[in-house]
């Protein structure tokens, strides 16, 4: 009888065990499954974290090198607009760094990935070249201290005083050879047997105001009238007449066929913030630091003078120029017109010699408006003495003194024959100056276009860049990452989650652009 109670009690118990084990069991394996799970998590976040940065990583790297541009070619050299190739290449990096089988044994956290996407991304074009500014701005902020960043914008802003109204000017001698047309054909009514002219119509007011003539009579013998002296040169000047003897021109040229503002560009889904006032000026610093120009030459594969390409658009050197010389003829045509009129001697001159042209009994307005025109004849003579000097590396002022000034009255047409110059002042403005004042006055959305082109262009005759296009460069992205986890623990459970297994996303920001860049 003893024998058989402690069998039963035997066979109680041992039941009693296993299920108080397999209890213990399951919940060792849930609770090792739920760390595995913590673990998994902890080692997706790394695995997302390093395939950012692998995306970072891939930047095209003669962009950097040549222009200290950070983006990444989305088509990876080919002729594509999509984002496979870097797809691929990110779900590849995933796997690299999440594979379970290690050198020592098998990793039980076994996290595979299993999709990667870019659901959000950003190109170099996007915005009208908003981000290619804030990014060429943050690089030359790396390099300009914030005294000359202070320097650069004062000087901006004196420029902004200079207007550009050539058609002013041109308007000016017209009405004052119009004014002369009139006057004679006043004199001739008047030589007309009973002939009235308004000249005799006013009597003792004209009269009066004659006599009352602010302007001193000199002897101008042949004089030229410098309304005639501009017009016949205007508009026909060629590059020479404008240049040092004996410099040679650029005869470079590029296609401006597929160029970003002809072409249908790609354009990415992120939103990007428009250039701060800052930001421009440092562009524009950038643009004069890392592009070739007329008056800082540097090797090149395309044109020679790039920054004028930026101001002209043109595809020939010798064109761009020829505009960019002219923007600075319109110039100091205004500012020459301002220090006449500011000069009493000069506009005391002006008007004695519209005297001399019209006639001491012109009627005074005539000749008011033809000292206008005077005027503006003799600031065009003076301000191709300017160009002149500042296209042979010298400065002139932006309004100048008496002192400063080059040009009389009595020599305009042989100082524009003979190639004379300006004279040169230590504090004046350079090229390099007007330049600056042109390109800031230039709308962003060309600036940022015309600078991409120049760098697409050069970019594209290096071996194995033929595809290469600015608006296929990311500086920005969001990459999607997928993964997924077998249950490795046996786990006796009804819910589905356990059984199945797992699955995690991710997103990771991928850009190269500062929140802050001015």
Same mark, same amino acid.
């Given at each position: 009888?003893?024998?058989?109670?402690?069998?039963?009690?035997?066979?109680?118990?041992?039941?009693?065990?296993?299920?108080?084990?397999?209890?213990?069991?399951?919940?060792?394996?849930?609770?090792?499954?739920?760390?595995?799970?913590?673990?998994?998590?902890?080692?997706?976040?790394?695995?997302?974290?390093?395939?950012?940065?692998?995306?970072?990583?891939?930047?095209?790297?003669?962009?950097?090198?040549?222009?200290?541009?950070?983006?990444?070619?989305?088509?990876?050299?080919?002729?594509?607009?999509?984002?496979?190739?870097?797809?691929?290449?990110?779900?590849?990096?995933?796997?690299?760094?999440?594979?379970?089988?290690?050198?020592?044994?098998?990793?039980?956290?076994?996290?595979?990935?299993?999709?990667?996407?870019?659901? $959000?991304?950003?190109?170099? %074009? /996007? +915005?009208?070249?908003?981000?290619? @500014?804030?990014?060429?701005?943050? #690089? *030359?902020? !790396?390099?300009?201290?914030?005294?000359?960043?202070?320097?650069?914008?004062?000087?901006?802003?004196?420029?902004?005083?200079?207007?550009?109204?050539?058609?002013?000017?041109?308007?000016?001698?017209?009405?004052?050879?119009?004014?002369?047309?009139?006057?004679?054909?006043?004199?001739?009514?008047?030589?007309?047997?009973?002939?009235?002219?308004?000249?005799?119509?006013?009597?003792?007011?004209?009269?009066?105001?004659?006599?009352?003539?602010?302007?001193?009579?000199?002897?101008?013998?042949?004089?030229?009238?410098?309304?005639?002296?501009?017009?016949?040169?205007?508009?026909?000047?060629?590059?020479?007449?404008?240049?040092?003897?004996?410099?040679?021109?650029? $005869?470079?040229?590029?296609? %401006? /066929? +597929?160029?970003?503002?002809?072409? @249908?560009?790609?354009?990415?889904? #992120? *939103?990007? !913030?428009?250039?701060?006032?800052?930001?421009?000026?440092?562009?524009?610093?950038?643009?004069?630091?890392?592009?070739?120009?007329?008056?800082?030459?540097?090797?090149?594969?395309?044109?020679?003078?790039?920054?004028?390409?930026?101001?002209?658009?043109?595809?020939?050197?010798?064109?761009?120029?020829?505009?960019?010389?002219?923007?600075?003829?319109?110039?100091?045509?205004?500012?020459?017109?301002?220090?006449?009129?500011?000069?009493?001697?000069?506009?005391?001159?002006?008007?004695?010699?519209?005297?001399?042209?019209?006639?001491?009994?012109?009627?005074?307005?005539?000749?008011?408006?033809?000292?206008?025109?005077?005027?503006?004849?003799?600031?065009?003579?003076?301000?191709?003495?300017?160009?002149?000097?500042?296209?042979?590396?010298?400065?002139?002022?932006?309004?100048?003194?008496?002192? !400063?000034?080059?040009?009389?009255?009595?020599?305009?047409?042989?100082?524009?024959?003979?190639?004379?110059?300006?004279?040169?002042?230590?504090?004046?403005?350079?090229?390099?100056?007007?330049?600056?004042?042109?390109?800031?006055?230039?709308?962003?959305?060309?600036?940022?276009?015309?600078?991409?082109?120049?760098?697409?262009?050069?970019?594209?005759?290096?071996?194995?860049?033929?595809?290469?296009?600015?608006?296929?460069?990311?500086?920005?992205?969001?990459?999607?990452?997928?993964?997924?986890?077998?249950?490795?623990?046996?786990?006796?459970?009804?819910?589905?989650?356990?059984?199945?297994?797992?699955?995690?996303?991710?997103?990771?920001?991928?850009?190269?652009?500062?929140?802050?860049?001015?």
């Amino acid at each position: 009888m003893m024998n058989i109670f402690y069998k039963k009690r035997s066979g109680s118990v041992s039941i009693f065990l296993a299920m108080i084990l397999l209890f213990t069991l399951s919940v060792v394996f849930i609770l090792a499954e739920g760390i595995r799970q913590l673990a998994i998590k902890q080692e997706t976040k790394i695995i997302s974290h390093t395939s950012r940065d692998y995306l970072e990583s891939i930047y095209q790297k003669n962009l950097w090198d040549d222009y200290g541009i950070l983006a990444v070619d989305m088509s990876l050299g080919r002729d594509s607009d999509n984002l496979s190739g870097i797809e691929k290449k990110l779900i590849k990096s995933m796997e690299k760094n999440g594979n379970p089988y290690i050198d020592d044994g098998i990793d039980f956290i076994r996290a595979i990935p299993s999709s990667c996407s870019i659901d $959000d991304y950003g190109l170099l %074009t /996007d +915005n009208n070249g908003s981000a290619f @500014i804030r990014l060429a701005a943050q #690089k *030359e902020f !790396e390099t300009i201290p914030l005294k000359t960043v202070d320097e650069l914008m004062n000087l901006v802003n004196k420029g902004k005083t200079g207007a550009t109204a050539d058609d002013t000017m041109m308007q000016d001698i017209e009405n004052g050879e119009k004014a002369l047309q009139d006057i004679e054909k006043e004199k001739t009514k008047s030589k007309e047997p009973n002939g009235k002219s308004e000249l005799a119509n006013s009597s003792e007011k004209t009269d009066q105001e004659q006599s009352k003539n602010k302007y001193t009579e000199k002897q101008w013998g042949d004089t030229e009238d410098p309304m005639k002296t501009a017009k016949d040169q205007k508009g026909k000047e060629t590059l020479s007449f404008f240049l040092p003897k004996g410099k040679k021109v650029s $005869d470079k040229v590029m296609s %401006t /066929d +597929n160029i970003l503002e002809k072409r @249908i560009i790609e354009k990415g889904t #992120k *939103e990007v !913030e428009s250039p701060s006032a800052i930001n421009r000026v440092m562009f524009n610093e950038y643009i004069m630091d890392r592009m070739s120009s007329y008056s800082d030459e540097k090797e090149t594969t395309g044109l020679k003078y790039e920054v004028e390409y930026i101001l002209g658009g043109s595809g020939s050197d010798g064109e761009n120029l020829k505009k960019i010389i002219n923007q600075i003829l319109i110039f100091r045509e205004s500012e020459n017109v301002l220090a006449i009129f500011k000069d009493p001697i000069k506009n005391g001159d002006a008007g004695s010699l519209a005297i001399s042209i019209a006639g001491a009994s012109a009627n005074p307005i005539l000749i008011e408006a033809v000292k206008t025109g005077i005027i503006a004849g003799w600031a065009y003579a003076e301000s191709v003495l300017d160009v002149r000097a500042i296209m042979d590396g010298k400065k002139v002022p932006l309004i100048k003194t008496q002192t !400063e000034w080059t040009s009389e009255l009595t020599s305009l047409p042989t100082l524009l024959r003979d190639g004379a110059q300006a004279k040169s002042v230590e504090s004046g403005l350079s090229y390099e100056s007007y330049i600056r004042f042109l390109m800031y006055f230039k709308a962003e959305k060309t600036a940022a276009y015309r600078t991409m082109d120049i760098i697409e262009n050069s970019l594209s005759q290096l071996e194995g860049m033929e595809n290469i296009r600015m608006d296929r460069l990311l500086y920005s992205a969001r990459i999607r990452m997928e993964y997924k986890a077998d249950t490795i623990f046996p786990i006796f459970t009804d819910v589905p989650e356990l059984i199945k297994g797992y699955a995690y996303q991710r997103d990771e920001e991928m850009t190269y652009l500062r929140k802050k860049t001015g």
